[in-house]
């Protein structure tokens, strides 16, 4: 049984992987903001009021757990701001920013005292992160903070290799959920199950690349 931290966990996909990862037996730790009555349904440990962007929230957070506790930290929360170009708000690229690519960031670096050796991480980014498969451009603020999120884990996964801790970059697909309208071609529970399959099947030797729930390597 894996001890596991979930992010952005009141609703979504991560609301499917807290359901599934607590389902088949594991002790999940869901962070969230504001909790939703779905999320207090599941019987995870809830810890509201945890902001990825606010350091504060986040040190008093990683404060509450012990030392070595942590089996696997799953970085999910994030957000989606539509822009195009000869209208962008550069506010809107920065919050982006703030929360998919520096909040993964934050939230691990501090958190790094309470994961095990031989632990996982991992980020649950975005193929509109990748250069490599970008052909229709757009989406500024989210394809950038996303691609950041990218580069941010394969550092993570080489400076973390001497604590034998794995890091994987995560795509979910095209996701039915309110960040995306409700429109996508799958569910949020297909997309976590396929996330918990490919975190599942992470070793030292795929530590720093970067996945599709479905199975295949994506492209940088």
Not at 48 to 66: I, M, N, P, Q, R
Not at 187 to 206: S, V
């Given at each position: 049984?894996?001890?596991?931290?979930?992010t952005g966990?009141?609703?979504?996909?991560?609301?499917?992987?807290v359901?599934?990862?607590t389902?088949?037996g594991?002790?999940?730790?869901?962070v969230?903001?504001?909790?939703?009555?779905e999320?207090?349904?599941?019987?995870?440990?809830i810890?509201?009021?945890?902001?990825?962007?606010?350091?504060?929230?986040?040190?008093?957070?990683?404060?509450?757990l012990a030392?070595?506790?942590?089996?696997?930290?799953?970085n999910?929360?994030?957000?989606?701001?539509?822009?195009?170009?000869?209208?962008l708000?550069y506010?809107?690229?920065r919050?982006?920013?703030?929360?998919n690519?520096l909040?993964?960031l934050r939230?691990?670096?501090t958190?790094l005292?309470?994961?095990?050796?031989?632990?996982?991480?991992?980020?649950?980014?975005?193929?509109?992160?990748?250069?490599g498969?970008?052909?229709?451009?757009?989406?500024?603020?989210?394809?950038?903070?996303?691609?950041?999120?990218?580069?941010?884990?394969?550092?993570?996964?080489?400076?973390?290799?001497?604590?034998?801790?794995?890091?994987?970059?995560?795509?979910p697909?095209?996701?039915k959920t309110?960040?995306?309208?409700?429109?996508?071609?799958v569910t949020?529970?297909?997309?976590?199950?396929?996330?918990?399959?490919?975190?599942?099947?992470?070793?030292p030797?795929?530590?720093?690349?970067?996945?599709?729930?479905e199975?295949?390597?994506l492209?940088?």
């Amino acid at each position: 049984m894996a001890r596991t931290i979930i992010t952005g966990a009141n609703r979504g996909i991560g609301l499917e992987l807290v359901r599934q990862m607590t389902g088949r037996g594991d002790e999940v730790i869901a962070v969230c903001r504001t909790a939703s009555p779905e999320l207090r349904e599941t019987g995870a440990v809830i810890h509201e009021g945890v902001d990825v962007t606010d350091a504060a929230a986040v040190t008093s957070f990683a404060e509450s757990l012990a030392e070595g506790s942590i089996d696997v930290l799953l970085n999910n929360a994030g957000i989606l701001r539509s822009d195009r170009l000869g209208a962008l708000d550069y506010d809107a690229l920065r919050l982006q920013f703030e929360v998919n690519a520096l909040g993964p960031l934050r939230f691990t670096e501090t958190l790094l005292p309470t994961l095990r050796d031989g632990g996982k991480i991992g980020i649950v980014t975005s193929a509109m992160g990748s250069i490599g498969d970008n052909a229709s451009g757009g989406s500024y603020g989210y394809r950038m903070s996303k691609a950041a999120a990218n580069m941010a884990g394969v550092s993570l996964a080489r400076d973390l290799r001497h604590r034998g801790i794995s890091v994987i970059l995560l795509h979910p697909g095209y996701v039915k959920t309110d960040m995306t309208g409700g429109s996508g071609n799958v569910t949020p529970a297909e997309a976590a199950r396929g996330l918990i399959e490919r975190l599942d099947a992470l070793t030292p030797e795929l530590s720093g690349t970067f996945w599709h729930a479905e199975g295949r390597q994506l492209p940088w």
